[in-house]
């Protein structure tokens, strides 16, 4: 079972592209998320998902959207990179969002704005 | 606001024993994880708290006191390959998880 994948590995972008991560879980999960994870600081959630075609606002949401078509995807969209969004990106998934189980975490992107 | 702190870091020898505390402040509480998470990689789960006490899994073990907002995880019989940042979570009152900053745990041999 692959569980959860993300691509890309990395990225270097040039400030003011845009980009899509994309995240893909074959666990049949309900909930997703995306996390950010910079030096010195825990991992901060952008946007979630509880389930299939509904999203919400994490701590962070600004300059990035989000969309879940289907129980499978969840990518992530930075509309106009900035330097600030140089970071490590891990998605997530978890089977229900209103349960105390376990997330799972894909192997991260790791972007830079340039 | 919410807030949880764990130290920065942490040195301990090869084969000693190493506590690391976690001390939280959320709105709501339905439980507190542990993650492990090696240098370039997935944080990986460890051990979830609800109730008040230690739970024990392996050389792992991992401890909760609501009242006092507070939580460790004790490592035993340490391995080289222990080597990583440990995480605190605590999952809130809207069941989204918390997170503390990690402890980057060095072993030396």
């Known amino acids: 079972t692959a569980g959860i994948t993300q691509a890309p590995t990395s990225q270097i972008l040039a400030a003011g592209r845009s980009m899509t991560l994309r995240c893909t879980q074959d666990m049949r999960h309900n909930a997703m998320y995306w996390y950010r994870q910079d030096l010195g600081l825990g991992l901060r959630l952008i946007h979630y998902?509880?389930?299939?075609?509904?999203?919400g606002k994490g701590e962070v949401p600004d300059g990035y959207s989000v969309s879940r078509a289907n129980t499978d995807d969840f990518p992530l969209t930075l509309a106009s990179a900035v330097p600030s969004q140089t970071s490590v990106y891990f998605c997530a998934s978890r089977p229900l969002a209103g349960e105390a189980d376990t997330q799972y975490f894909g192997p991260g992107t790791r972007l830079t704005v340039l | 606001g919410q807030n949880i702190d764990q130290p920065t870091e942490m040195t301990a020898t090869e084969g000693a024993i190493v506590q690391i505390n976690c001390t939280y402040q959320t709105s709501g509480f339905n439980g507190l994880f542990w993650y492990q998470q090696h240098a370039g990689e997935a944080p990986t789960f460890l051990s979830y708290?609800?109730l008040d006490g230690l739970e024990e899994k392996g050389r792992f073990s991992s401890f909760l006191s609501r009242s006092k907002g507070y939580s460790y995880l004790l490592l035993k019989e340490l391995q080289m390959k222990d080597s990583a940042s440990y995480l605190c979570?605590?999952?809130?009152?809207?069941?989204?998880?918390?997170w503390g900053a990690g402890t980057k745990l060095i072993i030396k041999p």
């Open positions: 979570a605590v999952l809130d009152s809207n069941y989204q998880l918390i």
């Open positions: 998902s509880n389930t299939a075609g509904t999203t």
């Open positions: 708290n609800v």
